[in-house]
Antibody, heavy 119, light 108 residues
Framework: EAQLVESGGGLVKPGGSLRLSCEVS????????MAWVRQAPGKGLEWVSS????????YYSDSMKGRISTSRDNAENSLFLHVDSLTDADTAVYYC????????????WGQGTLVTVSS | EIVLTQSPVTLSLSPGERATLTCKAS???????LAWYQQRAGQAPRLLIY???RRASGIPDRFSGSGSGTDFSLTISRLEPEDFAVYYC?????????FGPGTKVEIK
């Protein structure tokens, strides 16, 4: 069964940084574009970043560009998101998502990891 | 930058009724690039429709999508209890992904 499991969330102080991970199983990870999507408490979905299957191309939302970096390790079936200069506006559940092959949609999602930015 | 708006914000219906949700893009987009997701309370989103009208794997046929240009819609032909949730449309040109603000379908 295809599965995405995020980790690395928790309580972080304003100004701090964090690294989220997404461990993948049940499908050929290296064949798929992957993405991060976040959701602030009680709010809608916000795309954060995407990375192509080989890691060559990386795309970032304008709202977070300059503070984030996404990477992947295809040998370890893992996706990563590094976020710097955290503010309370970054408090959200961060989801890892798989890009549908051939279509610009996300066909598989993890359960998310909660990041809380607070002093 | 494409902006998506969804209406209504909230749709109050009874089980068995038909639901029609709309998604409007700020400029014309290819229907290949429009998707719909369902998010039940406390759960991760789930892909329902991609390419404007193609049902994702395992999605019941009571869900259908249509539209072109700037106007798209998601129809649920007969609401089941598990369909009461928030629905998001999403556009992407494979370099930027944008979600609409969502429509909540609630039990009347």
């Amino acid at each position: 069964e295809a599965q995405l499991v995020e980790s690395g969330g928790g309580l972080v102080k304003p100004g701090g940084s964090l690294r989220l991970s997404c461990e993948v199983s049940g499908f050929i990870f290296r064949s798929f574009t992957m993405a991060w999507v976040r959701q602030a408490p009680g709010k809608g979905l916000e795309w954060v970043s995407s990375i192509t299957s080989g890691g060559t191309y990386k795309y970032y939302s304008d709202s977070m560009k300059g503070r984030i970096s996404t990477s992947r390790d295809n040998a370890e079936n893992s996706l990563f998101l590094h976020v710097d200069s955290l503010t309370d506006a970054d408090t959200a559940v961060y989801y890892c998502a798989r890009g549908d092959s051939g279509w610009p949609a996300f066909d598989l999602w993890g359960q998310g990891t909660l990041v809380t930015v607070s002093s | 930058e494409i902006v998506l708006t969804q209406s209504p914000v909230t749709l109050s219906l009874s089980p068995g009724e038909r639901a029609t949700l709309t998604c409007k893009a700020s400029q014309s987009v290819s229907s290949d690039y429009l998707a719909w997701y369902q998010q039940r309370a406390g759960q991760a989103p789930r892909l329902l429709i991609y390419g404007s009208s193609r049902r994702a794997s395992g999605i019941p046929d009571r869900f259908s999508g249509s539209g072109s240009g700037t106007d798209f819609s998601l129809t649920i032909s007969r609401l089941e209890p598990e369909d009461f949730a928030v629905y998001y449309c999403q556009f992407s040109d494979n370099s930027v992904w944008t979600f609409g603000p969502g429509t909540k379908v609630e039990i009347k």
